[in-house]
């Protein structure tokens, strides 16, 4: 039954979706599940978090599809719909620590075990690191980071998406960039 | 897809006042290469086969929830065709409706009908070119029958002007 809707293009699927057909949308979903998970992911940064967000997004879509008119590609909608669900659900939780902090019993057990090594532990903190560093940047700088250089959407797409200009595009991914290097100048110099 | 795109002509474009030699630029360049590979360290943890099919589950079945018939009606309107013959059907009503009341609505007596009766009590007044045509001589005139009573006797008078509304005419027939 996938291996068939495979060949189908979204339009087609859609038509079929919004008759109620369920397979048609579980075609489609899976289809792009996997694109609307990252993108959740890397605004929310928090794995739970992003579980619940990636639902909300398929929540709307299957509710809104009806109304779809392909002004855009279905894909560009989904990653519009993706981004700002995130950002709604990253403010949302912005009380909540998301931060996995250093003396988190997975990095003590890593540390104990001799067999991990100094290596493992280092990566590990590096990542830790970075995900530090990109809690720390505005909600809307990191969307507009990753939907440029983890998505590769155009500039003028994530201008839309956040609602603002181009050059403020250009300067949110050019404070996020400072950002980073600021946090991992350490690593980087390593 | 997970990894970065960063030419070094959007770098410029990004770093715009960056005004030092082109090897420097390169420098930096490299260097936020060197960032955007750290951050690939980072990757997204993926979904199982369970957890796709839970969030599809309760998504589709979410929606189902909300898709009511006044809903489904509502986004069939959404539909340009349909709202365009929806609009048709409602312009044809609205102008069968204003036709239908038009007829519907009594006439006002003419002065220029052959005869209007007016009542007023046990009083009919009599006017129209029929009247005209008994008394030509007389300007605007009209025939009144007057009974106080219904047993009364009638009392028949021809009211109307003369020399173009100079004289007043009150005649008993």
Known sequence: MMDGHDRITDKALIEAVQRGDRDA????????????????????LDPSLALDCVQEVWLKVFRSLGRFRYRSSFAAWLNSVAANTAIDHYRR?????????????????????????????DDELTRQRIQEALEEISVSQRTAFVLRYYENMPLAEIARILGCREGTV????????????????AELNQ | MDKPRFSFEEFKAIFPDHCESQEKLL?????????????????????????????????????????????????????????????IVLGCSLMFAVAKGRAAVPQSPSPQRLLAVEH?????????????GLYPQIENPKIVIERPRKSSTPQRVLYGTLDKGETYVVWNL
């Not at chain 2, 007023?120 to 005209?132: C, F, M, N, P």
Request: net charge positive; glycine share 6%; aromatic share 8%.
């Open chain 1, 25 to 44: 949308a579980a075609c489609l979903y899976h289809r792009h599940i996997d694109r609307v998970h990252r993108i959740c992911q890397r605004i929310v």
């Open chain 1, 93 to 121: 939780s912005k009380r909540r620590s998301n931060r996995v902090d250093i003396d988190d019993p997975e990095v003590e057990s890593m540390a104990a075990d001799e067999q991990a090594g100094e290596r493992q532990l």
């Open chain 1, 170 to 185: 250009r300067t949110h991914i050019r404070r996020c960039l400072l950002a980073l290097r600021a946090k991992l100048m």
């Open chain 2, 27 to 87: 420098s930096e360049y490299n260097f936020f290469l060197m960032l955007l590979e750290q951050l690939d360290q980072v990757p997204v943890p993926k979904l199982s086969a369970g957890q796709k099919a839970d969030i599809f589950r309760r998504s589709w079945q979410g929606a189902s929830r909300n898709r009511s018939p006044v809903w489904s009606w509502l986004g069939l309107l959404r539909r340009p065709a349909v709202t365009f013959a929806a609009g």
């Open chain 2, 120 to 132: 007023a009590g046990y009083t009919q007044v009599y006017t129209g070119k029929a009247v005209e």
